[in-house]
Protein backbone atom coordinates (compact mmCIF):
# COMPACT_ATOMS: atom_id res chain seq x y z
CA UNK A 1 0.00 0.00 0.00
CA UNK A 2 2.61 2.32 0.23
CA UNK A 3 3.47 4.42 -2.51
CA UNK A 4 5.81 7.33 -3.31
CA UNK A 5 5.71 9.22 -7.17
CA UNK A 6 8.34 11.47 -8.01
CA UNK A 7 8.18 14.36 -9.71
CA UNK A 8 9.41 17.90 -10.76
CA UNK A 9 12.72 16.71 -12.74
CA UNK A 10 13.65 17.71 -16.05
CA UNK A 11 16.61 20.04 -17.54
CA UNK A 12 18.48 22.93 -16.42
CA UNK A 13 21.39 25.37 -17.55
CA UNK A 14 24.01 25.15 -14.12
CA UNK A 15 23.49 27.61 -11.88
CA UNK A 16 19.43 27.13 -12.27
CA UNK A 17 16.82 25.70 -10.06
CA UNK A 18 14.56 23.04 -9.96
CA UNK A 19 11.98 21.48 -6.88
CA UNK A 20 11.55 17.98 -7.11
CA UNK A 21 8.45 16.42 -5.14
CA UNK A 22 7.43 13.00 -3.58
CA UNK A 23 4.05 12.19 -3.22
CA UNK A 24 2.91 9.67 -0.98
CA UNK A 25 0.43 7.38 -0.20
CA UNK A 26 -0.56 4.39 2.38
CA UNK A 27 1.33 6.14 5.22
CA UNK A 28 1.65 9.77 6.73
CA UNK A 29 5.20 11.38 5.45
CA UNK A 30 4.96 13.52 9.06
CA UNK A 31 5.06 9.96 10.91
CA UNK A 32 8.18 8.33 9.30
CA UNK A 33 11.58 8.87 8.00
CA UNK A 34 11.93 10.00 4.60
CA UNK A 35 15.35 11.03 2.30
CA UNK A 36 16.15 12.02 -1.53
CA UNK A 37 18.74 9.96 -2.94
CA UNK A 38 20.35 10.35 -6.37
CA UNK A 39 22.01 7.79 -9.11
CA UNK A 40 24.20 8.40 -11.99
CA UNK A 41 25.32 6.85 -14.89
CA UNK A 42 28.05 3.86 -13.83
CA UNK A 43 27.68 4.91 -10.32
CA UNK A 44 26.22 3.63 -7.11
CA UNK A 45 23.16 4.88 -5.25
CA UNK A 46 23.96 7.79 -2.81
CA UNK A 47 21.90 9.44 -0.47
CA UNK A 48 21.79 13.40 -0.29
CA UNK A 49 19.30 14.51 2.09
CA UNK A 50 16.88 13.14 4.66
CA UNK A 51 14.68 14.72 7.21
CA UNK A 52 13.02 13.29 10.54
CA UNK A 53 9.57 13.41 11.64
CA UNK A 54 10.53 16.25 14.47
CA UNK A 55 12.35 17.83 10.90
CA UNK A 56 15.66 17.34 11.65
CA UNK A 57 17.85 17.09 8.43
CA UNK A 58 20.59 15.55 7.29
CA UNK A 59 22.46 16.59 4.04
CA UNK A 60 25.56 14.89 1.89
CA UNK A 61 28.33 16.89 1.81
CA UNK A 62 28.13 17.54 -2.08
CA UNK A 63 24.70 19.01 -1.85
CA UNK A 64 25.10 21.09 1.90
CA UNK A 65 24.34 24.52 0.94
CA UNK A 66 22.55 24.03 -2.03
CA UNK A 67 19.92 21.79 -1.65
CA UNK A 68 17.20 22.06 0.92
CA UNK A 69 14.82 19.21 1.86
CA UNK A 70 11.34 19.72 3.42
CA UNK A 71 7.87 18.05 3.77
CA UNK A 72 4.54 19.30 2.88
CA UNK A 73 2.25 17.52 5.72
CA UNK A 74 -0.74 18.89 4.78
CA UNK A 75 -0.05 17.52 0.60
CA UNK A 76 1.55 14.37 2.28
CA UNK A 77 4.62 14.96 0.08
CA UNK A 78 8.21 15.61 0.31
CA UNK A 79 10.18 17.98 -1.66
CA UNK A 80 13.72 19.15 -2.63
CA UNK A 81 14.43 22.25 -3.42
CA UNK A 82 17.79 22.34 -5.57
CA UNK A 83 19.60 25.60 -6.18
CA UNK A 84 22.86 25.97 -7.85
CA UNK A 85 22.77 22.73 -9.58
CA UNK A 86 26.51 21.99 -11.24
CA UNK A 87 26.58 19.21 -14.29
CA UNK A 88 27.70 16.97 -11.64
CA UNK A 89 24.41 16.66 -9.78
CA UNK A 90 22.86 15.20 -13.28
CA UNK A 91 21.42 11.92 -12.24
CA UNK A 92 18.32 10.62 -11.85
CA UNK A 93 16.54 11.09 -8.15
CA UNK A 94 14.34 9.13 -5.73
CA UNK A 95 12.85 9.86 -2.78
CA UNK A 96 12.56 7.06 -0.17
CA UNK A 97 11.01 6.44 3.21
CA UNK A 98 12.15 4.40 5.88
CA UNK A 99 11.05 2.82 9.66
CA UNK A 100 10.40 5.97 11.44
CA UNK A 101 12.45 5.19 14.37
CA UNK A 102 15.69 5.76 12.08
CA UNK A 103 17.36 9.14 12.52
CA UNK A 104 20.54 10.49 11.24
CA UNK A 105 21.06 8.37 8.06
CA UNK A 106 21.66 8.52 4.50
CA UNK A 107 22.49 4.97 3.90
CA UNK A 108 20.21 3.30 1.27
CA UNK A 109 19.89 0.07 2.74
CA UNK A 110 17.96 1.88 6.01
CA UNK A 111 15.48 2.91 3.48
CA UNK A 112 13.05 0.24 2.37
CA UNK A 113 10.08 2.09 0.58
CA UNK A 114 11.04 3.40 -2.85
CA UNK A 115 9.71 5.59 -5.83
CA UNK A 116 10.60 5.47 -9.54
CA UNK A 117 13.10 8.31 -9.95
CA UNK A 118 12.94 11.59 -12.04
CA UNK A 119 15.10 12.67 -14.19
CA UNK A 120 17.77 15.67 -13.28
CA UNK A 121 20.03 17.18 -16.27
CA UNK A 122 22.31 19.99 -15.61
CA UNK A 123 24.05 21.10 -18.77
CA UNK A 124 27.34 23.74 -18.51
Known amino acids: QVQLVESGGGSVQAGGALRLSCAASGYAVSSVYMGWFRQAPGKERDGIAS???????LYADSVKGRFTISKDNAKNTLNLQMNSLKPEDTAMYYCAAAPQYCWATIRAADFDSWGQGTQVSVSS
Open 51 to 57: IDRFGTT
